[in-house]
């Protein structure tokens, strides 16, 4: 275990298995509250797979999970969303068809309690304030009525990680962000991410070992499908294990 005081989420000996592959092996760890943690590995670790048991859209085989207090141990992805447990995801998930704020406000319909959820559009105050609460935070005011289809492909994954936030998680988790950004828009995106702690928590997969270092308060590493480290970046960067999983042989501390 890592030692953070007032973890969020603490996951245990978590595993699932699918025929004779253990895609998850047993792996635990806590992310605390009001911080970024990050779990990075080669291809094939086992990291999105990781992501779906959290989230819910996997049932583990064997492993428990405690969010902002309670069992959600095999808990459905509504019910995740529900606890306040959002996540993007690594292939960008919006209606391409709708416009920004019609992706929006889908999204933030969640907030509208009981029979509300089904009322006219006009009549959902708390989702309408919640969309133009995001099109301001996310400067998004010039493409509120764009479809979502004619976005850059920054500008989508940057809506998309709005449309998670809708429903005003207490924790967030992003799947590869950055994928397939320019330098440009991975430089925005992290300026976001980082903008984002204190309101939300966040559990981050990402392929680009700089931009976790330089974000993360907590890394954790896997390779194929079990933790082999955790701790701060520089404990990471330090950690023979990593560089081994990495570079196939031990490395100095800075050759990440």
Same mark, same amino acid.
């Given at each position: 275990?890592?030692?953070?005081?007032?973890?969020?989420? @603490?996951?245990?000996?978590? @595993?699932?298995?699918?025929?004779?592959?253990?895609?998850?092996?047993?792996?635990?760890?806590?992310?605390?509250?009001?911080?970024?943690?990050?779990?990075?590995?080669?291809?094939?670790?086992?990291? @999105?797979?990781?992501?779906?048991? #959290? @989230?819910?859209?996997?049932?583990?085989?064997?492993?428990?999970?405690?969010?902002?207090? &309670?069992?959600?141990?095999?808990?459905?992805? +509504?019910?995740?969303?529900?606890?306040?447990?959002?996540?993007?995801?690594?292939?960008? *998930?919006?209606?391409?068809?709708?416009?920004?704020?019609? *992706?929006?406000?889908?999204?933030?319909?969640?907030? !509208? +309690?009981?029979?509300?959820?089904?009322?006219?559009?006009?009549?959902?105050?708390?989702?309408?304030?919640?969309?133009?609460?995001?099109?301001? &935070?996310?400067?998004?005011?010039?493409?509120?009525?764009?479809?979502?289809?004619?976005?850059?492909?920054?500008?989508?994954?940057?809506? !998309?990680?709005?449309?998670?936030?809708?429903?005003?998680?207490?924790?967030?988790?992003? %799947?590869?962000?950055?994928?397939?950004?320019?330098?440009?828009?991975?430089?925005?995106?992290?300026?976001?991410?980082?903008? =984002?702690?204190? %309101?939300?928590? #966040?559990?981050?997969?990402?392929?680009?070992? %700089? =931009?976790?270092?330089?974000?993360? %308060?907590?890394?954790?590493?896997?390779?194929?499908? &079990?933790?082999?480290?955790?701790?701060?970046?520089?404990?990471?960067?330090?950690?023979?294990?990593?560089?081994?999983?990495?570079?196939?042989?031990?490395?100095?501390?800075?050759?990440?």
């Amino acid at each position: 275990m890592n030692g953070l005081a007032s973890p969020i989420l @603490s996951v245990r000996n978590l @595993s699932v298995r699918f025929g004779a592959l253990v895609a998850v092996d047993d792996v635990s760890f806590d992310a605390a509250a009001g911080c970024v943690t990050s779990v990075i590995g080669p291809n094939g670790a086992g990291k @999105s797979t990781l992501f779906n048991l #959290i @989230s819910g859209a996997l049932a583990p085989t064997a492993g428990s999970m405690h969010f902002a207090g &309670r069992d959600v141990s095999g808990k459905s992805p +509504p019910a995740m969303l529900a606890a306040g447990l959002s996540r993007s995801f690594q292939i960008t *998930n919006l209606f391409f068809d709708l416009t920004v704020f019609e *992706n929006l406000r889908l999204a933030a319909q969640f907030l !509208e +309690p009981g029979a509300r959820v089904l009322q006219p559009v006009g009549r959902s105050e708390r989702a309408r304030a919640r969309v133009s609460h995001l099109i301001e &935070r996310f400067s998004l005011d010039t493409k509120a009525g764009e479809l979502a289809g004619h976005l850059s492909h920054g500008e989508q994954r940057r809506l !998309e990680i709005a449309v998670a936030l809708a429903s005003e998680p207490k924790m967030l988790l992003l %799947d590869e962000p950055t994928q397939g950004m320019s330098h440009a828009d991975t430089r925005e995106t992290a300026d976001l991410i980082r903008s =984002l702690v204190g %309101d939300v928590s #966040i559990l981050l997969i990402e392929h680009d070992v %700089d =931009l976790v270092m330089d974000l993360s %308060d907590h890394v954790i590493v896997m390779a194929q499908g &079990r933790k082999i480290a955790e701790g701060t970046a520089r404990e990471v960067r330090g950690n023979r294990a990593v560089q081994v999983a990495y570079f196939g042989e031990a490395r100095g501390a800075d050759a990440t």
